[in-house]
């Protein structure tokens, strides 16, 4: 049997930053646990593939999510620069369509400077200036953010697994947790086909399935989650460059973790509308179609117990659904939506869907969507839960700091020095 350190569960962008920081800073022997044929293939590949700047994330609700977001844009800079992945910075334009967004947009100002952001890399537009940079593009003003961008999330987290790989860590891929049991000192994993592996600490980043995989630790038992996918459609070649910016929406439901519509202006040259958010049964239900909102709803009601009751139960959330289903089942419901800012397009220049992603958004005892990620410990692992969007963006920065988290509870040593690596440890935890 396979004796570890340390096993990571989940060959996401996060489990395997995770991985490449442990490679460069000990001499441990570590393992990335992957049930898939190889590492990316959910939400780290499967998203808007946006480079987000901090100028909407709240520092006290988000501070996590926010600082991280902020150090990590230079770190994957770098690392598409050197491996020669796409790497497009052309802004966003954060929209409001009418005097009382405008005043979100005034508070994203405030928040973005808190969050360390400058006044080259924020600034608000008034519809007159926004006609002269996107003449096609229809609002009341917009926060245009020099900084943002997409890029190919999936190849960065194959980059950086090749990294960590050729520091020692092993890959593990179509080894799919099911079962854990834990001793005083270890933890040991069997999988799917019954192999077994021991380690003596485990780190679940297991994306969608982390609850799940937090719940077999004896963790955050009154805690459920739920699945939304968000589906996309790709514009055509005549209005694809209608608008060269990405444009993003003040969202309508502050309160609900759910995206409005976007204009994503993808690194591969593509542009595409959404997501949506079409409530599914697991967090791998790409094609499972739902044909009325009674089936998609009760759906929701089948797979939830405890505290995700009260959520459905709330009939802001019935109505919220609701909207959004129709919006997932009618292309062109979603693109009304986009037409209201960019009124020349038609449902006919979408003729196909893009990738569809799904999030995980974890629900509270109390029956809240959850808005930071969750960080908790068990005896020999330690769980992060809820690493919802901008995860991507931010997981060079955030699995420093989780790294500097085991450093300062004593399960991890102070490493004496950094081998050769593309981004400094102290510096970003500093
Ligand atoms: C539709 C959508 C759009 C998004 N857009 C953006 C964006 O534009 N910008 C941005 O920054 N972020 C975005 N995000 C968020 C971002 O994609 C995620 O925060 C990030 O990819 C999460 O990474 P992860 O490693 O935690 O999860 P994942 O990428 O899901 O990785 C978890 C891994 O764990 C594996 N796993 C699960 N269970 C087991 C098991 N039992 N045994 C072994 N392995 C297991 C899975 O196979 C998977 O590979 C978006 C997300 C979605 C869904």
Redesign the pocket.
Same mark, same amino acid.
């Given at each position: 049997m396979q004796k570890y350190d340390i096993a990571i569960?989940?060959?996401?962008?996060?489990?395997t930053t995770i991985s490449y920081w442990l490679s460069t800073l000990y001499d441990l022997k570590v393992c990335v @646990?992957?049930?898939?044929p190889d590492?990316?293939?959910?939400?780290?590949t499967?998203?808007?593939?946006?480079?987000?700047y901090p100028f909407y994330l709240n520092p006290k609700q988000k501070k996590n999510f926010a600082r991280a977001a902020f150090l990590s844009h230079d770190m994957w800079k770098v690392l598409a620069r050197e491996k020669n992945i796409p790497w497009v910075q052309g802004g966003t334009i954060e929209i409001a369509l009418d005097e009382e967004q405008h005043k979100t947009l005034e508070r994203y100002m405030v928040l973005g400077k808190e969050n360390g952001l400058t006044e080259e890399d924020i600034s608000i537009l008034d519809s007159n200036e926004l006609k002269q940079k996107e003449p096609n593009l229809n609002c009341y003003s917009g926060l245009y953010c020099t900084k943002e961008g997409s890029t190919n999330?999936g190849l960065l987290t194959k980059a950086i697994s090749e990294l960590s790989k050729k520091n020692g860590t092993d890959i593990l891929l179509k080894?799919? @947790?099911?079962n854990v049991e834990e001793t005083s000192d270890q933890v040991n994993l069997t999988f799917s086909d019954n192999s077994t592996l021991t380690t003596s600490f485990v780190i679940n980043?297991?994306?969608?399935?982390?609850l799940d995989?937090a719940k077999k630790f004896g963790l955050l038992d009154d805690y459920s989650d739920l699945h939304f996918r968000?589906e996309y459609w790709v514009a055509d070649s005549d209005i694809k460059n209608l608008v060269k910016t990405n444009i993003y929406t003040v969202p309508r439901y502050l309160e609900f973790p759910f995206l409005d519509p976007h204009w994503i202006k993808k690194a591969n040259g593509e542009t595409e509308i959404g997501?949506n958010a079409v409530p599914v049964d697991s967090p791998e239900a790409y094609d499972s179609f739902i044909t009325d909102i009674p089936t998609a709803l009760s759906k929701i009601s089948d797979i939830v117990t405890g505290s995700a009751k009260k959520l459905v139960l709330n009939p802001d959330f019935i109505s919220l659904v609701s909207k959004e289903f129709l919006s997932s089942i009618s292309k062109s419901a979603m693109v009304e939506r986009v037409k209201k800012f960019i009124p020349a397009i038609k449902p006919e220049n979408f003729p196909k869907r893009g990738t569809?992603?799904?999030?995980t958004p974890v629900i509270s005892p109390e029956g809240n969507f959850v808005s930071e990620m969750i960080e908790i410990e068990g005896k020999n692992s330690f769980h992060?839960v809820n690493?919802?969007?901008?995860?991507?963006?931010?997981?060079p920065a955030y699995s420093a700091f989780v790294v500097k988290k085991l450093q300062e509870k004593g399960i991890l040593t102070q490493p004496k020095n950094q081998k050769d690596s593309i981004w400094n440890f102290n510096e970003i935890i500093g």
């Open positions: 569960i989940g060959g996401g962008v996060l489990g @646990v992957e049930k898939e590492v990316a293939m959910h939400s780290s499967r998203n808007s593939g946006v480079i987000h999330y080894h799919d @947790v099911k980043c297991s994306g969608g399935n982390s995989i968000g997501p569809s992603g799904i999030r992060v690493y919802n969007t901008p995860g991507a963006t931010g997981a």
